[in-house]
């Protein structure tokens, strides 16, 4: 079974740093891209970062020069460095990955969601 699971989140003060961590599992053959995204209460799901398989990113404007997302494709893990957090960051983390599950075959996964305070 094929699954992402975060880790990282949790609660800090406004100006520090977290590390969110995600780790695909289960039976496919390649990652193509990988993201993060937040969501808070009543507000969509919003797209965060991105990576593609060859390291290229993507940022929204609101986290540009704060975040920054990384992977290792040999761990099959993807990362998110928050540095300089604010309260407006609040929110629960998705991580997302598109995966090879059989030729030919991508569907695209999503983890459980972690949960990211920031107190002011």
């Known amino acids: 079974q094929v699954q992402l699971v975060e880790s990282g989140g949790g609660l800090v003060q406004s100006g520090g740093s977290l590390r969110l961590s995600c780790a695909a599992s289960g039976r496919f053959s390649s990652i193509y891209g990988m993201g993060w995204h937040r969501q808070t209460p009543g507000k969509a799901r919003e797209l965060v970062a991105t990576i593609t398989s060859g390291g290229t990113t993507y940022y929204t404007d609101s986290v540009k020069g704060r975040f920054t997302i990384s992977r290792d494709n040999t761990k099959r893990t993807v990362w998110l460095q928050m540095n300089s957090l604010k309260p407006e960051d609040t929110a629960v983390y998705y991580c997302?990955?598109?995966?090879?599950?059989?030729?030919?075959?991508?569907?695209?996964?999503w983890g459980q969601g972690t949960q990211v305070t920031v107190s002011s």
């Open positions: 997302n990955a598109e995966l090879e599950i059989a030729r030919w075959t991508i569907k695209d996964y």
